[in-house]
């Protein structure tokens, strides 16, 4: 679906830029947001190629004058990486930050509540002098805290890429004047910046960085 999504943005983008009608961005468009997993792998059993069954599943929906502009001027990974980073930004944005704001609120309420109730410290494993349950709640509302707003930043710093096979533009540059401001315009539509350098790939490390918090989630979870 994401990467529907993507072709979607792509079409929208080069009929912002003349390359096809808008009526034909608006073809594609709508036949993207219809695919269903079902049918790309159906189609991948032919194809032997993920991405390729993907906008054959597309191109079965439209237009012969509309069939060509699906993904016209794009690499493979220009869609996939571009849909990597919108599917990790959601899972973070929408479905794991909330969660764990939602424990962050029971233990404010667990910190407050029990902010003069009083308990063994420990040092080493061993009793130490007292604190409180509170103060030892109010740790892990500092350290999960922290770590929601780092979450937030990292997920949100995912970029995406419309940059050609090799990340030099050198398809696009055939087509449009200025491939970088495609990019970006391609990009914008789904709300991702362009990746400050790009080769077939976006390099790994926002998604390592990313994956890296998730794992500090866990950490102070645990």
Do not use: W
Not at 78 to 87: E, G, H, R
Request: net charge negative.
């Amino acid at each position: 679906a994401y990467q529907a999504y993507m072709e979607a943005a792509l079409a929208r983008a080069l009929a912002e830029f003349g390359v096809c009608s808008q009526e034909i961005a608006q073809e594609i468009d709508d036949a993207s947001g219809k695919v269903s997993a079902e049918a790309v792998a159906e189609a991948e059993k032919i194809t032997k190629h993920d991405v390729k069954a993907l906008v054959n599943t597309i191109k079965a929906e439209i237009s012969d004058e509309a069939k060509p502009y699906v993904h016209f001027g794009a690499t493979s990974y220009d869609i996939v990486a571009s849909a990597m980073s919108l599917q990790m930004r959601t899972a973070t944005t929408d479905m794991i930050v909330p969660r764990l704001n939602a424990l962050l609120q029971i233990l404010i309420k667990l910190t407050t509540d029990y902010a003069e109730t009083v308990q063994v410290g420990r040092t080493h494993g061993q009793h130490a002098v007292p604190i409180t349950f509170g103060f030892a709640m109010a740790e892990y509302v500092n350290r999960l805290g922290e770590n929601i707003e780092a979450l937030k930043e990292l997920a949100n710093a995912l970029p995406g890429k419309f940059s050609g096979a090799v990340g030099g533009y050198n398809a696009l540059s055939l087509f449009v004047d200025d491939p970088l401001k495609f990019e970006a315009t391609v990009l914008g539509y789904v709300g991702l910046k362009p990746a400050a350098y790009s080769t077939q790939i976006v390099p790994a490390e926002y998604m390592v960085r990313l994956i890296e918090e998730l794992a500090i989630s866990a950490g102070i979870m645990a």
